[in-house]
């Protein structure tokens, strides 16, 4: 049975963009996947379903897997 989706992710723009954009290499900029991220309706939604759900990888939300960690470690505190 496939995992189902969560309903905001058919409005984001990663899903209409080649998925290595959101996952650079080692030493590989981000920059070109936060810039669509910028643009896109949901990046609020997707960085919330990161957070939540412990993403380490890629870029989510317009964030970085550095960035996101320094959220996480925020939310704890509160």
Same mark, same amino acid.
């Given at each position: 049975?496939?995992?189902?989706?969560?309903?905001?992710? %058919?409005?984001? !723009? *990663?899903?209409? $963009?080649?998925?290595? $954009?959101?996952?650079?290499?080692? &030493?590989?900029? =981000?920059?070109? @996947?936060? /810039?669509? *991220?910028? %643009? *896109?309706?949901? @990046?609020?939604?997707? !960085?919330?379903?990161? !957070? @939540?759900?412990?993403? #380490?990888?890629?870029?989510? &939300? &317009? $964030? =970085?897997?550095? #960035? /996101?960690? /320094? !959220?996480? #470690?925020?939310?704890?505190?509160?």
């Amino acid at each position: 049975m496939p995992a189902l989706r969560p309903s905001w992710q %058919k409005h984001a !723009l *990663c899903a209409k $963009t080649d998925p290595e $954009t959101f996952y650079p290499e080692r &030493g590989q900029s =981000s920059a070109p @996947a936060e /810039r669509i *991220c910028r %643009k *896109c309706r949901v @990046a609020a939604e997707c !960085l919330d379903y990161a !957070l @939540a759900h412990g993403e #380490r990888f890629g870029v989510w &939300g &317009g $964030t =970085s897997e550095r #960035r /996101r960690r /320094r !959220l996480a #470690r925020i939310q704890q505190e509160f």
